[in-house]
């Protein structure tokens, strides 16, 4: 476990604390990108709670330089999630957490993991613990916890810690250049990719193609998005749609949201992007399959946004072009 840390500096002055003494928070959310983008109510909710407190982000490389613009937190430091048996790396964690003496740790992961890392601040003084660790001061006691969906589950875990109901996601604090990608408007984002594992959650290519042939001939241009690793579906995509502009493994996060912004809709899979995408404001249509819930774990639109469009089928071979175009609430002409 490096011992590192990345800090950024917040400016708390116009804050009102609701705790009166200068307390040390830990908040651990790991990933994925959909997760962390489903936290960032939990994240405004905790500020606001401990507005005049220190509070420390543990998180993993890909979501900290991302994090470090907002104002949720003071430090952030990287979790490298190191096996469990690896007994160097969970004592330099063991004595980074015990150091600070953190006042009040809110484990947003609730994983097995996260919920072993209780037992690091032990034996002796450990600190007020929201989650779901056996013999955690405040647990989220609901049974049925898990098959609700993360914002409200994470809601609920907060109210039985004494926050506040937690905002929508916002995004309002990302700063792009919004010109640096060059993708001209009306444009259509398109996030047809997924893990690769997980191929059952994809819709196919040549469909995302059709589609994209059909905004064309409407005048919308299209823009790919997605990882280098995702380069086959892109190229499936554009051997029938030319036009369809590739921006795969060429965005970061602050992209997505700056091209989200500019967007008149998007279209995706059940992705980390979508998440992204609906949190920026943009009219989005997510496509299911019976590979994962939506009432889990469905994006969530921005405050003031129209809500998230979900379309699903059983297998997303059966879902037609046709409905999809008809989902597409598309803004700006």
């Not at 609906?278 to 496509?287: E, H, I, K, N, W």
């Not at 008809?326 to 700006?332: A, E, F």
Request: hydrophobic share 40%; aromatic share 6%; proline share 7%.
């Amino acid at each position: 476990m490096s011992g590192g840390a990345l800090r950024q500096s917040t400016d708390l002055a116009s804050s009102a604390g609701r705790t009166s003494a200068r307390q040390h928070i830990l908040v651990i959310k790991l990933g994925a990108l959909g997760d962390i983008v489903q936290a960032l109510g939990p994240f405004a909710a905790i500020r606001r709670h401990h507005a005049t407190s220190r509070i420390t982000l543990l998180t993993t490389m890909p979501f900290a330089d991302f994090l470090r613009g907002s104002a949720y937190f003071d430090d952030i430091w990287i979790d490298r999630r190191r096996p469990l048996w690896d007994i160097a790396a969970l004592f330099d964690l063991r004595r980074r957490l015990r150091a600070v003496h953190f006042d009040r740790v809110y484990d947003l992961q609730t994983s097995g993991r996260s919920s072993f890392y209780f037992c690091l601040f032990g034996p002796g003084r450990r600190p007020e613990w929201s989650g779901i660790a056996r013999g955690c001061s405040h647990p989220h006691r609901n049974p049925n916890r898990d098959a609700m969906h993360t914002i409200e589950r994470q809601a609920e875990q907060l109210a039985d810690a004494g926050l506040a109901p937690p905002p929508p996601p916002d995004l309002s604090w990302v700063h792009v250049d919004s010109d640096r990608l060059g993708a001209s408007a009306p444009y259509v984002l398109f996030a047809p990719g997924g893990s690769a594992h997980r191929q059952e959650k994809r819709w196919p290519a040549e469909r995302y193609a059709e589609l994209a042939r059909r905004l064309g001939a409407r005048g919308y241009g299209v823009v790919l998005l997605g990882t280098a690793t995702e380069r086959a579906v892109m190229d499936g995509i554009r051997a029938t749609a030319p036009a369809a502009e590739d921006l795969a493994g060429g965005t970061s996060f602050r992209d997505i949201v700056g091209l989200a912004r500019r967007a008149a809709g998007a279209v995706g899979n059940d992705t980390g992007p979508m998440h992204l995408i609906a949190a920026s404001g943009c009219p989005a249509t997510v496509l299911f399959s019976n590979a994962s819930d939506p009432s889990l774990c469905a994006p969530r639109a921005a405050a003031g946004a129209p809500p998230v469009v979900i379309l699903r089928r059983s297998s997303l071979a059966d879902l037609g072009a046709d409905e999809v175009e008809t989902s597409l609430r598309l803004r700006g002409r």
